[in-house]
């Protein structure tokens, strides 16, 4: 059986004011036809809810979007902009990334707030931190760990039977392949580790939710993350905690 055919759990729990929605999209970021119905029945019966999406595969990753050339994979973000889905999350990509997608629905500009929550082990993806776009997909986005960071580390840390492929990384990008392609090829058993988490706070009585980025030391704060954009928030500084509110639709 191929490996991409390989079957996963999808589910919905809903509370009052909150949805949550987990979808498998499995290796080939698509679904099949029963999950598709089931997905289109639990956004239905999200509405009036702050619903937060969990997919196997984010939209956008290391500064690029990852649906507009998969028709399967653009057909999910387009049933979750249509249901005004305020978060979607996933991982596959190993950080921290975060992105603002502004659309309009019915006339109203509404934001989506796209989270790679794939910090949590294995080794870290640099294609990220060392291989940012100029111009990325959105205004607002932020990563962690940043670009400096990684490439201190790699620049310290890697040993030197490794150092061509440090050369040819920095020097060709990788190329015929890629910086992320690169990503196993080196030890990240060493600290500073840039494993990352979130916590997620559903506040119904204050109306908003809480995403609270964590590193192996505590709540990150903004001057650990890359950020581009209006991403921290106005009253917020470079040793404020980062945290993402998101405001709860709906009646309390």
Excluded: C
Excluded at 121 to 150: C, E, K, N, Q, R
Excluded at 207 to 222: A, D
Excluded at 227 to 242: A, H, I, M, Q
Aim: avoid cysteine; proline fraction near 8%.
């Amino acid at each position: 059986m191929g490996t991409g055919l390989q079957r996963g759990p999808f589910f919905e729990l809903h509370a009052p004011g909150f949805s949550l929605i987990a979808v498998d999209t499995g290796i080939l970021k698509r679904i099949d036809e029963r999950q598709r119905v089931w997905l289109e029945a639990a956004l239905e019966r999200s509405r009036g809810t702050s619903t937060m999406v969990i997919l196997g595969h984010p939209f956008y990753a290391g500064g690029y979007d990852q649906w507009r050339t998969n028709p399967d994979f653009a057909a999910i973000r387009e049933l979750l902009v249509k249901h005004d889905v305020p978060i979607v999350m996933a991982g596959d990509t190993h950080d921290f990334e975060y992105y603002r997608e502004l659309h309009a629905s019915n006339g109203v500009t509404r934001p989506m707030h796209h989270f790679v929550n794939g910090g949590g082990g294995a080794y870290l993806s640099i294609g990220t931190a060392l291989d940012w776009p100029a111009t990325p997909p959105v205004g607002d986005w932020a990563f962690y760990p940043s670009t400096d960071a990684v490439w201190t580390k790699l620049e310290r840390e890697t040993p030197n039977w490794k150092r061509p492929i440090w050369f040819w990384l920095k020097t060709a990008g990788g190329w015929p392949g890629s910086v992320e392609g690169l990503s196993g090829a080196f030890d990240f058993n060493r600290a500073p580790f840039f494993q990352s988490f979130m916590e997620i706070r559903v506040e119904g009585s204050a109306r908003r939710i809480r995403l609270i980025l964590h590193g192996v030391e505590g709540p990150l704060k903004w001057r650990d993350l890359q950020v581009g954009g209006s991403t921290v928030p106005p009253d917020r500084g470079p040793d404020d905690t980062v945290e993402f509110i998101v405001p709860m639709d709906g009646p309390p």
